[in-house]
């Protein structure tokens, strides 16, 4: 199949041309084989305005952090903490899990509670937000991916937010259904009024409270308020860019999410990101329930108080059954993968005596890849995001060939 597939394990470009004095080519090493994609950058560049406020921002930032650790009151450090965790959950368990994924459905106070707790964030209004995460999810790892992994682990994670969007973003994002988030009135009414709410609930009012209820002065007040915000957008952005690159593969290995239990320790339980990937309907974003998922306790304790119902998850033979198909293979004792192997092919010894599971992953994620059908595409997007029409979907399947063409 596909011999027009080409693999690179030389300082040659996709395309054969040597990677000499270009930036079109980025290099990544993955499993001790190097890899090459294909970056084009026939668009305009660096947006200086972004640039200049994420500076600006840092710069506020290191004196916040100095205050965080030396000077700052207990009582107040409390409060920003909790603040923080109030608006870690309006991206968690709001824009993420309720809003992207429908994951489970929320009552109209909680759904409200979430749209402010999504203010505090600062992350962009719920409808872009998730509008770009359908995206991300729709067409990971490919041009049209707003923080495509693939440019690098600095575009996924900040990058993307200093320069113009791939032009692929824009025609792609077109295509998708956003219908379910404007028929919602409580996403309509936090777009409408997004900045005063943002501004008001992200910075006026935790600066107020610090500076008046807890007695820090208006400037460390202010700089207290720039370090909480800069730590939750790198706790969110370490989603995309650590946990598309550094961790295991456990669930499907055609895609490059990761799982990252350190990510999901900033992250309120997001970084299991190979599952989520794998299953981006289950509600908890993870197999393991309420392990360093502090999301998914607060969604269980919201459907327990019934604000929050129709929990959607996977089951655990599902999973199972997923994991030995396409997940990677971690020692010789995992039977089911075996079984798939034996099934798949007629020389099982071939790929089970190996020297180290990452060697073994590779060797199957490339197998794979090769054999690229529907049901990978599956896994790639979810079945939350079932194509929209069929010439969108042959769009899909061009682009993921593509894809793995210079995976390959
Ligand atoms: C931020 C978001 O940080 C972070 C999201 C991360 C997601 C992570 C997910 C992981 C899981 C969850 C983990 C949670 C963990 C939480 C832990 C917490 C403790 N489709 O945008 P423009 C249209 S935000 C369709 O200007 P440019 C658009 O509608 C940080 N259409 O593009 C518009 O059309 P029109 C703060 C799209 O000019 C036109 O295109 N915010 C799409 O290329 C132009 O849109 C910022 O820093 C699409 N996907 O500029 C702001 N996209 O005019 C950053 C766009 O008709 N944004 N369109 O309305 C910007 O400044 C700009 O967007 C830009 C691109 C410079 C980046
Ligand atoms: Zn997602
Ligand atoms: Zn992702």
Redesign the pocket.
């Known amino acids: 199949m596909g011999t027009d597939i080409v693999t690179n394990h030389s300082d040659m470009a996709p395309d054969r041309t040597p990677l000499v004095n270009t930036n079109r080519y980025l290099k990544r090493k993955v499993n001790e084989q190097v890899n090459y994609y294909y970056v084009k950058y026939d668009y305009p560049g660096l ?1 200086w305005r ?1 640039a200049v406020i994420f500076a600006v921002l840092h710069a506020l930032y290191l004196y916040g952090f100095y205050l965080s650790l030396f000077s700052e009151t207990w009582s107040c450090w409390l409060f920003v903490y909790t603040y ?1 965790v109030f ?2 959950l309006g ?2 368990a709001g824009a ?1 899990r309720l809003w992207s994924h429908k994951s489970y459905k929320a009552r109209l106070p909680l759904r409200v509670f979430l749209m402010l707790c999504n203010c505090i ?4 209004d719920l409808i872009e ?1 998730c ?3 359908r ?2 999810h729709k067409a990971s790892e490919t041009d049209a991916d ?2 495509n992994s693939n440019r690098g682990w600095f575009f996924a994670h900040i990058g ?6 791939h032009p692929k ?2 025609e792609m ?2 295509k ?1 259904d956003l219908s379910d988030l404007y028929a919602d009135p409580v996403l309509r009414f936090q777009k409408s009024l997004y900045w005063p709410l943002a501004l008001w609930f992200g910075l006026i009012l935790p600066v107020s409270v610090c500076h008046l209820y807890f007695g820090e002065s208006l400037w460390d007040s202010l700089c207290i308020g720039v370090w909480r915000y800069v730590t ?2 790198h ?3 370490f ?2 860019s650590a946990a598309h690159i550094w961790g295991t593969q456990d669930y499907d290995t055609n895609i490059e999410p990761r799982e990252s239990g350190l990510v999901s320790l ?3 339980g ?1 970084g299991f990101h190979n599952y989520h990937h794998t299953f981006p309907y289950d509600y908890s974003t993870s197999e393991h329930g309420g392990y360093i998922n502090f999301t998914t306790m607060f969604i269980d304790f919201m459907k327990f108080v019934g604000l929050a119902h129709s929990l959607r998850s996977v089951n655990q033979e599902m999973i199972e059954r997923r994991r030995a198909r396409t997940g990677m293979v971690v020692d010789k004792g995992n039977l089911a993968a075996d079984r798939y192997v034996n099934e798949k092919e007629d020389k099982p010894d071939e790929v089970f005596t190996r020297p180290s599971s990452s060697v073994c992953n590779r060797r199957l994620s490339r197998k794979r890849a090769l054999d690229i059908n529907d049901n990978t595409l599956d896994g790639l997007y979810g079945k939350e995001f079932q194509p929209i029409d069929l010439e969108n979907d042959q769009q899909r399947l061009t682009e993921t060939k593509e894809v793995v063409k210079y995976l390959l």
């Open positions: 947006v972004n923080a608006g870690g991206i968690t993420h964030a600062g992350q962009n937000w509008r770009d995460h995206l991300h707003p923080h993307w937010l200093l320069q113009r969007k973003v824009l994002g077109k998708l939750s957008l706790c969110t952005w989603v995309n900033g992250a309120l997001e």
